[in-house]
């Protein structure tokens, strides 16, 4: 059984960085896709970045670009979302996801495991 634990999330001022780690308890993650999710207050839930636990690759969202970074350490099985330049639209329940293939997707359903997710929110 695979289970997903968040943290990292909070209230923070708009400009600030923020990390989120998502701690990944079960069977072996090699040919995992760890991805981020969000889903701001009356929104659909929405890919964020995407990273192969075996090769290492990462997709963003095109909004996303420039302003998030996923990175893994495979010693401690966590998976981890950088944000800069925080925005208020950036408020949102961040959701840590996993699926048991290698190629990264970015529709939801196809995600099979889930945390409960960290709440971020970025006041002006």
């Known amino acids: 059984q695979v289970h997903l634990v968040e943290s990292g999330g909070g209230l923070v001022q708009a400009g600030v960085s923020l990390r989120l780690s998502c701690i990944a308890s079960?069977?072996?993650?090699?040919?995992?896709?760890m991805a981020w999710f969000r889903q701001a207050p009356g929104k659909e839930r929405e890919f964020v970045a995407g990273?192969?636990?075996?090769?290492?690759?990462?997709q963003y969202a095109d909004s996303k670009k420039g302003r998030v970074t996923i990175s893994a350490d495979v010693a401690k099985n966590t998976v981890y979302l950088q944000m800069d330049s925080l925005k208020p639209d950036d408020t949102a329940v961040y959701y840590c996801?996993?699926?048991?293939?290698?190629?990264?997707?970015?529709?939801?359903?196809?995600?099979?495991?889930w945390g409960q997710g960290t709440q971020v929110t970025v006041s002006s």
């Open positions: 996801a996993a699926r048991p293939r290698s190629n990264i997707v970015t529709r939801d359903y196809e995600y099979d495991y």
């Open positions: 079960g069977p072996t993650f090699f040919n995992y896709v």
């Open positions: 990273i192969s636990w075996s090769f290492g690759t990462t």
